[in-house]
């Protein structure tokens, strides 16, 4: 399937303004951190009919939730990735996951982003690995 034709682009062109474009520019961090990178639309539900974007790669990397005020990027195992520049700023109190809040006009630390990308799929290959020499 090519981007085009991917429920993710739809997902995004639905959405539209600044949280449709804040979502395009964290999805193309994303691929560019993470060129193996799959990504789908999960739980579409009465609620949220258009579903949450997901990226994976050796399991559950990041969802991009769209609420009124802000685009939210949670990482399924932000708990365990370094954070050095403090870009996690929501769930942080959170056992496992961690969160980053981007409300419009927000500037995204792109480079630390992509460092969290990068760690993330590095944990899930590590966990991947473990797994396959039980």
Known sequence: MSETD???TARIAEIGGWRGDMLANIRALIKDSAP???EDIKWRKPTNSGGVPVWEQNGLI??????????????A???????PKGVFNASLDAGTRRAIDISEGHKLNEAAFQSLIKAAVARN???AGSTRRK
């Open 6 to 8: 991917s429920p993710v």
């Open 125 to 127: 290959q590590a966990k």
């Open 62 to 75: 990041c969802t991009g939730e769209v609420y009124k005020d802000k685009v939210k990027i949670t990482f």
């Open 77 to 83: 195992h932000g708990a365990a990735l370094p954070d």
């Open 36 to 38: 193996d990178v799959t």
